[in-house]
């Protein structure tokens, strides 16, 4: 063998050697497995990082201990092996969707409302579905909730549900003496992502049951999750209506503020022909990014990368005009204002059937503020916050930084001033949780390290609340006679072919 030949095969072992012990080391210290495995990004590091930089600046409510921060729910009963056909299907729509499906994997494991689909064929993202759906029959063939998660059911994606196709752990229909129940309510914030082991109502049950284990032994709290993406407020009540009054809870929380969050009819004149611009090849970054997922090594250059590169602020967006309702006080909105924007004037009157539909089975509401990542003069860095850049330069363009964070502003006063009228707890979530990137995926939804802080900041907002309504008397409520089915969900949900053309 030629010399350089042999000199340069020598060189290439060593190489390859070299960078096998160094990726093996790499894991060894990050305490990762030593096989293959789909490792998260690197700023999902970054988020756990930042996290512990906010938890100490969150104030605890009284009797809330700071190491219970560190204290994870208990594994899931309800989660089960994934039926091998599911998986199959799963890897089917994963394909579809590379090839432009705007059918998603996800959605394959709902029931849809069969008042809703119509005939599938005429919404363009059901006639993209493989021919088949999961279907259910809403009482008074009612359009409104969508869809519903599938009950009793652990989807390919990691989603576990109960028998009411709720997220979270099972749960009874009728309630126990000495229970407090507390229902979540709202879309993909609250769901959570599905390959999440749990959303954030979970880890805020836990917590509440080890606060109540010193101060309320004889309690024990209830905390579900009846959200599901893409819902607004109209779709939000038919939930709480159809599902959440039955199961007598004694607690609801509304979280919601982004499906209606539209400023377009507030701008006078927007420039039509003006569209974000294309977004560049990723090129190396691209390769190292799908390197990142199964190379420990990979991802320590990525981060080195992003850590090198200098940090991005706002697109360059086009002049436009904000035209304010006649009128309207900004700081001190009336409620009842014919022109109230980003479509509160839906809102306000589905929280007012909210509040009528609670107040039948005698369960209190309450409202949360919501949280928007963006704030006037933010600066970004380019790879570890590289979804949020995108969602508010590109998915919201042409919206200003400080215009976004003006109206979110704004919709949190209305919503502060609408639980002041009523006279409802007002969960201060926005008011908490800290404007970091390194919390968020994009613009309204967190990393999962970001959603463990924002449990934590809704457990403080509710202790004062529960400790007061014990303290009372007021809860736990009498048992009433519930029997032991839900009645919303008395049939499971049947399979639905159709052939598009």
Known sequence: MPRFLSNGLILSLSLLTCLVLAEGAIRLVDGLPLTDIDLPPAYSDIGRDTTMQHLDKVPLATGVARDWFFIDPPPLPNRRAVPEQWLALDRQMDARLRAGSRFRPEDMFKAWNVSFIGNPCDKDFLADAPGRLFVFAPPHDEERPQFRFLPNATTPKGLVTNDFGWRGPPVRFARSERTVRIVFVGASVVAGAHQWGH??????????????????????????????????????????RQEVAPVRPDLVVYYEGANQFNLTSLVKDLPKSMRPPTEPPEGFYGWLQRASKHLALARRVQSLIGAAEPST???????????????????????RHPELPLQLGTILPDLDRIRADLARVDSEFALASYVWMVKDGMILQPKWNRLLWEDINLRRFPFRYRDIERLVAFENRVFAKYAATHRLSFVDIAGRMPLDPNLFSDAIH????????????????????????????????PVPAMGDTHPAFTKAPREMTFTCE
Not at 205 to 232: G, K, Q
């Open 313 to 335: 602020g706002e697109l360059a967006k086009p002049e436009y005009e904000i035209r304010w309702p006649a009128g309207l006080d900004e700081a001190d909105p009336d409620l």
């Open 199 to 240: 959303a954030f109502p979970e880890p805020v049950e836990h917590w509440l049951n080890l606060w109540a284990a010193t101060h309320w032994p004889n309690i024990r709290f209830e905390v579900m999750n009846a959200a599901r993406e893409s819902l607004n407020s109209t779709a939000i009540e038919a939930v709480v």
């Open 446 to 477: 967190t990393t999962e390290a970001g959603m463990r802080l924002m449990a934590w900041i809704v457990l403080q907002e509710l202790v004062p609340i529960v400790d007061k309504r014990l303290a009372s008397g007021a809860w736990p409520k």
